[in-house]
């Protein structure tokens, strides 16, 4: 039972982290309609801004969360101004970008930070708690808990302002937003830079948790376009409903059988829904 409880709760972490990573993804292809692969690239950025501000420099973790997601603001601004606003109607442009800002990061942080060092993020919330009876290290719930606060956030600013309405004008429908006076290529900056410091502070809340290298970025975005297929592309509910799907059942598998199994289970789930579900949980079907 204590371990079952312990499972539940690494799940609900897992869907936390990836909720914010898979919702910035889905949000940048509603209104942009584009495949960032460099996301995953954003979210290691996020984990070793946190490590180097907050660690290193000794400003502690909250100030190495919030540089995390300064920094990580800062590059998605720069890529949809410097680069994917100049590949306007170059359909396979931004993806070659993407792929490109990819490599660029991640040759970077190698060489700034090495290949092989182990960074350890320290976190103000250490130690364990019992819940249930089974123990729960206290920064687990902190993501939980960050995570929760974050996408509520995310959630009133796009209901209940004129920015999130402007937002989600252009991801609907983006000539009829410019005919209304809504700027395309301000939201589409603002949109680009939100969804990077999502991904920025996902990183941060994970870099205390997870080994912190170059390469941290690949595993999340694969289980990112798996949860965007899941849930229905450029859906953020259906990314949220489809994160806690797949890494509840990613976590328990690996529990209970080991990580490849988990990983090949998972692309399974992925081909059972589309059959079911051509278009995802969430997904709108598109009429030819």
């Known amino acids: 039972m204590q371990f079952l409880i312990e499972t539940l709760l690494n799940s609900a972490m897992a869907s936390a982290a990836s909720a914010l990573v898979v919702v910035g993804l889905a949000l ?3 209104v942009m309609r584009i495949e960032n692969f460099a996301h995953g690239e954003l979210y290691m950025v996020g984990a070793y801004a946190t490590w ?4 290193n420099l000794g400003a502690g973790y909250p100030a190495g969360l919030v540089a995390a997601m300064v920094l990580t603001a800062a590059i ?3 890529m949809e101004f410097f680069l994917f606003r100049r590949l306007k109607g170059n359909p396979l442009g931004p993806l070659i970008v993407t792929i490109g800002v990819l490599l660029v990061l991640q040759t970077a942080a190698a060489w700034l930070f090495g290949v092989n060092a182990n960074y350890l993020v320290d976190s103000p919330f250490t130690g364990v708690v019992k819940i249930a009876g089974a123990n729960m290290p206290l920064h687990r719930l902190f ?8 996408l509520g956030g995310l959630t009133i600013l796009l209901r209940t302002t004129r920015f999130g309405w402007a937002l989600r004008a252009v991801a609907q429908d983006r000539d009829a937003a410019c005919l209304q006076g809504i700027s395309i290529g301000t939201i589409s900056l603002m ?9 920025g502070v996902a990183g941060g809340l994970m870099a205390p948790i997870v080994r912190v290298s170059p390469y941290m970025g690949q595993p999340i975005i694969i289980t990112a376009f798996i949860v965007i297929i899941l ?8 990314a949220i409903l489809a994160a806690i799907i797949y890494s509840t059942f990613f976590t328990f598998v690996s529990a209970y059988f080991d990580s490849t ?3 090949i289970a998972g692309l399974c789930l992925m081909l059972v829904v589309l059959i079911v579900m051509p278009s995802g949980l969430m ?3 598109q009429k030819v």
């Open 76 to 78: 998605g601004a720069f």
């Open 143 to 150: 993501v939980i808990a960050a995570a929760i606060v974050l």
């Open 52 to 55: 180097y501000f907050g660690t």
């Open 231 to 238: 849930g229905g592309i450029g859906s953020m509910e259906g």
């Open 261 to 263: 199994i988990a990983s």
């Open 283 to 285: 997904g709108k079907a």
């Open 191 to 199: 949109a680009m830079a939100l969804s990077a410091a999502l991904a």
């Open 28 to 30: 940048i292809f509603g």
